[in-house]
């Protein structure tokens, strides 16, 4: 079965530093997506970033971006710049791809980011 | 465009109570539907989906059910609320094939006493 860790319960920066988040996962499969979804107070999910397994290059989406490695099984989210909007919890997620997303996404337990003015 | 309504916001319900969260999407035909639930400092877990009307498909054994009774309505349902049922509820849709983005509602959050 796949699984997604996140191994860092809560994280800090310094407004308009750079701050990276990790992600790990298990899956036997060898194609997928990749999530990054961002979950403010208002809770609403919101999709920061995706990544393509079979895509060897990084998505980046402005001030966002990622370093995904596939053969380590991992997928770390870089903010650059970062800004007090981007307080929030933070999700690693998993999908399979069968000519698409499936929709069935195995999310990791989170990261809390806060950002120091 | 398309949008996803889910109601009530908030919630607060008795043990033993039943239970009906509804969410319905609009602009899209033929959505993939899905409801997930949030525990307290949790990540998401996926309850069920529905790949059309009346076809659910459950992943956790639990206490809830879900109904699509048309296409773009999906229902959260349960006869006798637990304790363990409290939680942060999320819609979500993906408009079929061949799409790469997940779609979330607003969220439902209930709380059981």
């Known amino acids: 079965a796949q699984t997604v860790t996140q191994s860092q319960p809560e994280m800090s920066v310094q407004e308009a530093e750079t701050v990276t988040l990790s992600c790990t996962y298990d899956t036997s499969e060898s194609d997928y997506y990749l999530f990054w979804y961002k979950q403010p107070p208002s809770r609403q999910m919101i999709l920061v970033i995706r990544?393509?397994?079979?895509?060897?290059q990084n998505a980046t989406e402005n001030r966002f971006s990622v370093n995904f490695q596939k053969a380590a099984k991992s997928f770390s989210l870089k903010i650059s710049d970062s800004q007090l909007g981007d307080a929030a919890m933070y999700f690693c997620?998993?999908?399979?791809?069968?000519?698409?997303?499936?929709?069935?996404?195995?999310f990791g337990k989170g990261t809390k980011l806060s950002v120091k003015p | 465009s398309q949008t996803i309504h889910q109601w009530p916001a908030t919630l607060v319900q008795p043990v033993g109570s039943p239970l009906s969260l509804e969410c319905t999407v609009e602009g899209t035909s033929n959505p993939n539907l899905y409801w997930y639930r949030q525990a307290a400092g949790r990540g998401l877990q996926l309850l069920f989906y529905s790949v059309g009307i009346g076809q659910i498909s459950s992943e956790v054994p639990q206490n809830l059910s879900a109904s699509r009774p048309q296409d773009r309505q999906f229902i959260l349902s349960s006869k006798k609320l637990l304790l363990s049922d409290s939680g942060f509820y999320l819609c979500a849709w993906l408009p079929g094939q061949q799409n790469e983005k997940l779609f979330f509602g607003s969220g439902t959050q209930l709380s059981v006493l």
């Open positions: 997620a998993y999908d399979m791809n069968y000519g698409g997303s499936q929709g069935n996404l195995i």
């Open positions: 990544q393509e397994a079979y895509k060897q």
